[in-house]
T-cell receptor
């Protein structure tokens, strides 16, 4: 069982380019999340999905979009990357609800030049 | 608004010393959940513990222990007889109880980088 996989592991991207970060989970969790991790700021929620077909905005959604066509996949798209989107991106999933812990993927390190 | 503060940005100790990582939170909710996660050098976040707001009993798991005090809004984490493998970034997080049905919003602290020197 892989848990959560993310691709790519790292990427260098020119500003203005479009980029999709992939996330797949095999735990049949209903809820999925995208975070960005920046030094000194901890992790901040970008978007979430509480079930397939439904998504919502987190704390820092601007410049990002997500989709949830099925239970397993939750891609994050940067339509036109900017240098401030340089960060480490983590995908996570959970059974849902406030009580259950989230399981995290290995992260994608993105550099926008 | 909910907030989690980990005032210690970096801690460095010698192996076998005890070390405490502080976590202070702010919330207006009476029901909430607190979490600790570990991020080793490999980068992946690993769940350590969860505590709900109605359970103030301290928890011990091997060399790890957690002290939850509602009176001071703190949820501190102590490692006894630290080891080099404990070197990591540790995050404290607070869960909003009524974010949206079926999902959870975790508010993370800034993290504490713990280095255990041999």
């Amino acid at each position: 069982i892989a848990g959560i996989t993310q691709a790519p592991t790292s990427q260098i991207l020119a500003a203005g380019r479009r980029m999709t970060l992939r996330c797949t989970q095999d735990m049949r969790h209903n809820a999925m999340y995208w975070y960005r991790q920046d030094l000194g700021l901890g992790l901040r929620l970008i978007h979430y999905s509480n079930t397939a077909g439904t998504t919502g905005k987190g704390e820092v959604p601007d410049g990002y979009s997500v989709s949830r066509a099925n239970t397993d996949d939750f891609p994050l798209t940067l339509a036109s990357a900017v240098p401030s989107q340089t960060s480490v991106y983590f995908c996570a999933s959970s059974l849902g609800g406030s009580y259950n812990e989230q399981f995290f993927g290995p992260g994608t390190r993105l550099t926008v030049l | 608004a909910q907030k989690v503060t980990q005032a210690q940005t970096e801690i460095s100790v010698v192996e076998k010393e005890d070390v405490t990582l502080d976590c202070v939170y702010e919330t207006r909710d009476t029901t909430y959940y607190l979490f600790w996660y570990k991020q080793p050098p490999s980068g992946e976040l690993v769940f350590l513990i969860r505590r709900n707001s109605f359970d103030e009993q301290n928890e011990i798991s091997g060399r790890y222990s957690w002290n939850f005090q509602k009176s001071t809004s703190s949820f501190n984490f102590t490692i006894t007889a630290s080891q080099v493998v404990d070197s990591a970034v540790y995050f404290c997080a607070l869960s909003e109880p009524q974010f949206i049905q079926g999902a959870q919003k975790l508010v993370f602290g800034q993290g504490t980088r713990l280095t255990i020197n041999p």
